[in-house]
């Protein structure tokens, strides 16, 4: 690649440590179960070692739209996480040059008990804009939203439709120069999915960077320079969207052609239980 660089990661690994303890129902089971995590002589049959990413590596240019595909519970939101810093890896690195903003799963990013205008300005001022310049965005972020006249209401009163269409236009319009975007296409109409494929390829054209995860692979063939599949926490490839894209279908017919289930979820803290790292 002879761009530069916006994001590179090198060897990245997220471990979660499952308890397979039950649920502990007195104050005295509890203290002991802390006990005995933090012993490093502990050597809890119970417990189980996962790994929703290994050694994942991987470069994305300034001014691509990457995507990342793969089966449920193949590290993609993991991996989203760690780079929004959310969560922290277990090994390995991430270098991301530019402001981010994150578009994750429903309910990130924004305060529930807060109106839409309040989260506006609260989202702003956390990527560093003063009040002057969120209010210069304001204007357009509720036009694309098409939430004007709920502004001024707590958003936890929004339907999903109504919050990821105001998410995504403070995520697109608050100037990211790297926006990621997980899954946010899965909600809303198909007039607004298409408003946002359309603000997706401006920001690209405008030499913003975009990493986005999605299902659909209609929407990574058209939209996506290049592609990353992985399986089971693992890069298995990246290159052309057309050709990771094939790839990664004629896996999926050959496990079905074989009659082979499909990956167990790895990445979802509430399917893993209690953790520690």
Request: hydrophobic share 40%; with cysteine; net charge negative.
């Amino acid at each position: 690649m002879s761009g530069p660089i916006a994001i590179r990661v090198e060897g990245i690994g997220k471990e979660y440590v499952i308890d397979g303890v039950g649920k502990t129902n007195t104050l005295r089971e509890t203290l002991g179960k802390l006990l005995r995590r933090r012993s490093a002589t502990d050597e809890n049959p119970m417990r189980q070692r996962l790994w929703a990413l290994k050694e994942v590596s991987f470069e994305v240019e300034r001014g691509e739209i990457f995507g990342i595909i793969g089966q449920n519970g193949c590290g993609k939101s993991t991996l989203l996480k760690i780079l929004s810093r959310i969560i922290d890896p277990t090994q390995g690195r991430a270098e991301i040059y530019g402001r981010v903003g994150a578009l994750l799963e429903l309910g990130t990013g924004f305060h529930p008990d807060l109106t839409g205008r309040e989260n506006i300005y609260m989202n702003g001022a956390i990527l560093g804009m003063n009040s002057a310049e969120i209010s210069g965005k304001f204007d357009d972020i509720v036009a694309f939203s098409e939430v004007e006249n709920f502004i001024d209401m707590p958003v936890k009163h929004y339907s999903s439709g109504m919050y990821v269409r105001l998410a995504f236009g403070v995520a697109a319009y608050l100037e990211p120069e790297i926006l990621l975007i997980d899954e946010v296409l899965a909600v809303g109409d198909t007039a607004f999915q298409q408003k946002c494929l359309d603000k997706m390829h401006s920001l690209m054209e405008d030499g913003r960077t975009v990493l986005l995860v999605s299902h659909n692979l209609d929407i990574m063939r058209s939209f996506c320079t290049r592609c990353m599949w992985l399986d089971h926490g693992r890069a298995q490839q990246i290159g052309g969207a057309d050709d990771v894209v094939n790839a990664y279908l004629s896996s999926i017919q050959d496990r079905l052609n074989k009659g082979l289930p499909d990956a167990a979820p790895l990445n979802g803290t509430h399917e893993l239980g209690d953790f520690a790292r």
